[in-house]
């Protein structure tokens, strides 16, 4: 029986630091892809990704063992930015443009899971997906970081304006704006837009 | 028209953020605001689509990350 499972982050990570692998394993499942999906969003390409989730990993697995770690912040919000700086060095050092390269040749939201859809909704879903993630990209810089660090870093505003050295009230107006603009860009796109498909 | 500072804590709604008082007060003026419930259904949808949104990294990577900390371990 896995005694982890309902364990807080924080308590993940004190279990793994004195020598438990399996919360390690607990904590990489809980956050991998929220992780995967953060550095996705930034290089477009599916092979680097993974490189450069492995290599996130790998550096808090470092900064762990060899008792650096702050436990005074989320994890999540820790590994995610971690994932976002690796990202953005990323693209700085290899100054090129963004490009989509799958191992299938199919869209990259193609392993998403909908066991109980339709094939017919099944793909109107992964053709949806993947365009709102191509309209993630044409935001504006500010709104497009907000929208990322809020919703696949896990950071809460205050912790976002506090991070870009902005207020929790411009941090708000540009989700806001990222949130609003995305619903004009999907109408203008005539993507499905029906309530039913994204019900809970 | 929706005054921006109430449209700042519709934002705080939606994810959550919005302290106990405020958000009574919020969920008060939903009821009674037709344009107000418009827009904060409107934040859902997108804020839903965007949570649907995530993709899974290849279990190959995953088994990567956790053999190597078990590397390490082993090491030391």
Same mark, same amino acid.
């Given at each position: 029986?896995?005694?982890?499972?309902?364990?807080?982050?924080?308590?993940?990570?004190?279990?793994?630091?004195?020598?438990?692998?399996?919360?390690?394993?607990?904590?990489?499942?809980?956050?991998?892809?929220?992780?995967?999906?953060?550095?996705?969003?930034?290089?477009?390409?599916?092979?680097?990704?993974?490189?450069?989730?492995?290599?996130?990993?790998?550096?808090?697995?470092?900064?762990?063992?060899?008792?650096?770690?702050?436990?005074?912040?989320?994890?999540?919000?820790?590994?995610?930015?971690?994932?976002?700086?690796?990202?953005?060095?990323?693209?700085?050092?290899?100054?090129?443009?963004?490009?989509?390269?799958?191992?299938?040749?199919?869209?990259?939201?193609?392993?998403?899971?909908?066991?109980?859809?339709?094939?017919?909704?099944?793909?109107?879903?992964?053709?949806?997906?993947?365009?709102?993630?191509?309209?993630?990209?044409?935001?504006?810089?500010?709104?497009?970081?907000?929208?990322?660090?809020?919703?696949?870093?896990?950071?809460?505003?205050?912790?976002?304006?506090?991070?870009?050295?902005?207020?929790?009230?411009?941090?708000?107006?540009?989700?806001?704006?990222?949130?609003?603009?995305?619903?004009?860009?999907?109408?203008?796109?005539?993507?499905?837009?029906?309530?039913?498909?994204?019900?809970? | 028209?929706?005054?921006?500072?109430?449209?700042? /804590?519709?934002?705080?709604?939606?994810? $959550? %953020? +919005? *302290?106990?008082?405020?958000? #009574?007060? @919020? /969920?008060?003026?939903?009821?009674?605001? $037709? %344009? +107000? *419930?418009?827009?904060?259904? #409107?934040? @859902?949808?997108?804020?839903?689509?965007?949570?649907?949104?995530?993709?899974?990294?290849?279990?190959?990577?995953?088994?990567?990350?956790?053999?190597?900390?078990?590397?390490?371990?082993?090491?030391?």
């Amino acid at each position: 029986m896995n005694t982890t499972t309902q364990q807080s982050d924080s308590a993940l990570v004190s279990l793994y630091i004195a020598g438990n692998e399996s919360a390690f394993e607990q904590l990489v499942n809980r956050h991998k892809n929220k992780v995967y999906t953060t550095i996705l969003l930034i290089v477009k390409d599916s092979y680097t990704a993974e490189d450069l989730m492995q290599d996130a990993f790998i550096k808090a697995i470092h900064t762990m063992k060899s008792g650096r770690y702050n436990e005074e912040g989320k994890f999540s919000s820790w590994i995610c930015r971690i994932a976002h700086n690796l990202a953005i060095d990323f693209f700085r050092k290899e100054k090129r443009s963004p490009m989509i390269t799958l191992e299938d040749g199919s869209n990259v939201f193609n392993n998403m899971s909908f066991s109980e859809d339709s094939a017919e909704s099944l793909q109107i879903k992964e053709d949806t997906y993947a365009r709102l993630r191509e309209l993630i990209q044409t935001l504006p810089q500010s709104q497009r970081e907000v929208l990322m660090m809020r919703h696949y870093a896990d950071m809460s505003f205050q912790e976002i304006a506090d991070a870009t050295g902005v207020s929790i009230n411009t941090a708000l107006g540009r989700m806001r704006y990222a949130l609003i603009n995305l619903r004009k860009k999907m109408l203008n796109s005539n993507i499905a837009y029906d309530k039913n498909l994204y019900s809970e | 028209m929706i005054k921006t500072s109430t449209q700042n /804590e519709l934002i705080q709604y939606v994810y $959550d %953020e +919005l *302290a106990d008082d405020a958000r #009574e007060h @919020l /969920e008060t003026a939903l009821m009674q605001d $037709d %344009e +107000l *419930a418009e827009g904060c259904s #409107e934040l @859902l949808l997108v804020q839903r689509m965007l949570n649907g949104a995530v993709k899974s990294p290849s279990k190959r990577s995953i088994d990567n990350i956790l053999n190597y900390s078990k590397s390490l371990s082993l090491q030391s």
